[in-house]
Nanobody, 121 residues
Framework: QVQLVESGGGLVQAGGSLRLSCVASGSIFSIDPMAWYRQAPGNERELVAS???????NYADSVKGRFTISSDNAKNTVYLQMNSLKPEDTAVYYC???????????????WGQGTQVTVSS
């Protein structure tokens, strides 16, 4: 009933920037929170950043000061602005959201398909 679609990944040089976007669609009543995860080959999926509907944010230590998560609640969209990118940031980035459905007000955890971010040295 719900779909998350990510975009904005690509290849960038170290020190460069990218902005990821994720749009949620479907029978949505509300979304809280939204988050970005990443997974590099051979590694576990890790939380990068999260944001609540009230604007409270959390970041992994490895991205603090470089990444910024934001959201547009009216558009059911979450963004991840990534600056000062490092080769270590190379991974598949996934958005995720806790979504309360219009149907019966049920709550589900939804994941996007992932978008590749590659940072060259």
């Amino acid at each position: 009933q719900v779909q998350l679609v990510e975009s904005g990944g690509g290849l960038v040089q170290a020190g460069g920037s990218l902005r990821l976007s994720c749009v949620a669609s479907g029978s949505i009543f509300s979304i809280d929170p939204m988050a970005w995860y990443r997974q590099a080959p051979g590694n576990e999926r890790e939380l990068v950043a999260s944001i609540t509907s009230g604007g409270s944010t959390n970041y992994a230590d490895s991205v603090k000061g470089r990444f910024t998560i934001s959201s547009d609640n009216a558009k059911n969209t979450v963004y991840l602005q990534m600056n000062s990118l490092k080769p270590e940031d190379t991974a598949v980035y996934y958005c995720s959201a806790v979504i309360r459905l219009l149907t019966g007000r049920f709550t589900v955890r939804s994941w996007g398909q992932g978008t590749q971010v590659t940072v060259s040295s």
